[in-house]
């Protein structure tokens, strides 16, 4: 008995050592797009602690926000050529590099934050992430962009026909621009980070993000009007440069699969808490604030199904028609 004890002891010992010895000193910099009091600041510092916990304060995450290292795309081939070794960024912004995150610019795809949390962390989510490595990413997680929402300084838009003529910005992604064309408005892709700017100086009328961007981006000082339509469910995608990553040792690599979890986690709470009071914030803020009409979502909804069928064509029919049918099947 005693015996046995001391063996299992002495292998729980042997374990610990291994393990020790498998995490060395790493600087990791993770780069994220939004500025530092954003829901991707917070979160971004909340998986820099989980790391250096989990890694008895070996590994540290240099969290570099506000497009320090640039926009999201640049930061993808950054990390594909192994120049930087993690970040967080728009699904919609991969799309030019991995074809499946199409699925997730699907207008109007989900109903509800639980809905996206059940596809993005189940087997559909997965199989979209298990696209990244033969482009030279690996991907971890999925945080909450969120739901996006308009604004503009022209006029408030109750109905898709209001977009006629205004200058809006979309991510780099065809399917918002020519969702946002077939929906009348001037659409012109621009990265986050020239976004500020080009609403600012009236280059543009106009953007589309969740409520948390408008506030913490401070949009609210150059747009007036804001049209709550919720149009599309947009997920943050956390990776890492597949280059680095294999380099790894598997207790490494197991403290940032663990952090990033833990931060998918803290965000997506944090984020829900933040965009519940972010209208009230917003209007204090001047903002004039308008619902769209139920019968002019389904309007908007059924003129935007048109996308649908090239989006198919993009992820491929058999994925398109798995996340149909778990829809269907949760909203029984
Ligand atoms: C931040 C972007 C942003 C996205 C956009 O890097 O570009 O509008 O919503 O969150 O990824």
Known sequence: MLRRTLIAVSAALMASAVVAQDIKPRLIRFGYGLNEQSN????????????EKLSG?????????????????????????????????????????TKEMALWDTPFLFNTGKEADAVLDGPIGQKVLDKLPEKGLVGLVYWENGFRNLTNSKRPVTKFEDLDGIKLR????????????LLGANAV??????????????????????????LSSKFYEVQKYLSVTNHVYSPWVMMASKKWWDTLSKAEQKVLIDAAKASRDFERKDTRAEAAKAVADLKAKG?????????????????????????????????????????AAMRK
């Open 170 to 181: 979309v991510m780099q992604n065809n399917v918002y621009l020519d969702s946002f064309k």
């Open 287 to 327: 903002m004039q604030v308008n619902e769209l009409p139920a019968a002019e979502v389904a309007r908007m909804r059924d003129k935007l199904t048109h996308i649908n069928a090239s989006i198919g064509v993009t992820v491929g029919m058999p994925l398109w028609n798995e996340t149909r049918d778990a829809l």
């Open 189 to 214: 892709p621009m990265p986050f980070s020239e976004l500020f700017g080009a609403l600012e100086t009236k280059a543009v009328d106009g953007q589309e993000n969740p409520f948390n961007t408008i």
């Open 40 to 51: 991707q600041g917070r979160a971004s510092r909340y998986f820099a602690e989980q790391v």
């Open 57 to 97: 304060g070996k590994m540290k995450v240099r969290a570099i926000g506000n497009s320090a290292l640039g926009p999201d795309v640049q930061m993808q081939q950054a990390l594909i050529g192994g120049a930087q070794e993690m970040m967080v960024g728009s699904s919609a912004t991969l799309v030019g590099t």
